[in-house]
């Protein structure tokens, strides 16, 4: 088993700055790539930013490339998420999830491990 504990969010305004932090724990050797995920109020879960567990490969989506950039510190078992710029757009509950088998990228798919969650408000 793993578990996922995010961390990091809170309120700021538009044009400001958060780093989210993912840090996981337990069996993390068979962890593939973890991915980062954010809901907001109504909406569907929509994919935000992917990495590899080794760090080789990330992935965006467009809405935040050129803003956000997700990294990864081996040693701290930790995956961050630093955002940028951040508009009123990007409020939401911001979710962690990793894989075995895959990089999480996809909507709608169960991956094997999710966090709680941590909540980004950007206020305009």
């Known amino acids: 088993q793993v578990q996922l504990v995010e961390s990091g969010g809170g309120l700021v305004q538009a044009g400001g700055s958060l780093r989210l932090s993912c840090a996981a724990s337990?069996?993390?050797?068979?962890?593939?790539?973890t991915g980062w995920f954010r809901q907001a109020p109504g909406k569907e879960r929509e994919f935000v930013a992917a990495?590899?567990?080794?760090?080789?490969?990330?992935y965006y989506a467009d809405s935040v490339k050129g803003r956000f950039t997700i990294s990864r510190d081996n040693a701290k078992n930790t995956v961050y998420l630093q955002m940028n710029s951040l508009k009123p757009e990007d409020t939401g509950v911001y979710y962690c999830?990793?894989?075995?088998?895959?990089?999480?990228?996809?909507?709608?798919?169960?991956?094997?491990?999710w966090g709680q969650g941590t909540q980004v408000i950007v206020s305009s």
């Open positions: 999830a990793a894989d075995g088998a895959t990089v999480p990228r996809g909507v709608g798919i169960k991956y094997n491990y």
């Open positions: 337990g069996r993390t050797f068979t962890i593939y790539g």
């Open positions: 990495i590899t567990w080794t760090g080789d490969n990330t």
